[in-house]
């Protein structure tokens, strides 16, 4: 006799389901180190600007000069919310699937459990039936040596 898991298709899919999900999480998680890595880049490329500026009035600056910086910075500062923004909603896009991630685990979980349970059970029949035909047989060579 073999084991047969009566839910072995049902696993193979959950697992599968779990593997994509894992797939999908990671897509997110490079998608969210993606948004952080340019957030930073303008973060730092705003902070240097300013750092410019600052010298640059130190020194004296001319008025478009000075305008000039402040469009720029301002577009930069625009960029910043915007990069601010897709961060946010990658982090939140990354925690939504490494929930669902999680709930694709315990799924699999719940149906290899059960498959181990099945086959404990299982070879435990096994043992029960062996033993059973290993009394009968024992009784069958008891009663023929008692009857010789």
Request: hydrophobic residues 30%.
């Amino acid at each position: 006799m073999k084991f047969e898991y009566r839910f072995q298709n049902l696993l193979e899919i959950k697992e599968r389901e779990k593997d994509e999900a894992y797939v999908s999480y990671q897509n997110a998680v490079h998608q969210f180190e993606k948004a952080a890595t340019t957030l930073y880049e303008f973060l730092r490329k705003k902070e240097n600007l300013e750092q410019v500026q600052s010298n640059e009035l130190q020194k004296g600056f001319t008025v478009n000069g000075i305008r000039q910086y402040q469009q720029f910075l301002q577009s930069m500062t625009e960029t910043i919310d915007h990069w601010q923004l897709e961060v946010i909603q990658a982090r939140e896009q990354m925690q939504s699937l490494k929930d669902e991630l999680l709930e694709r685990d315990i799924e699999c979980k719940k149906y290899e459990r059960l498959k181990e349970k099945n086959e404990e059970s299982f070879l435990q029949f096994i043992q029960r039936h062996e033993n059973t035909q290993m009394d009968e047989l024992a009784a069958i060579q008891y009663s023929h040596r008692k009857g010789n």
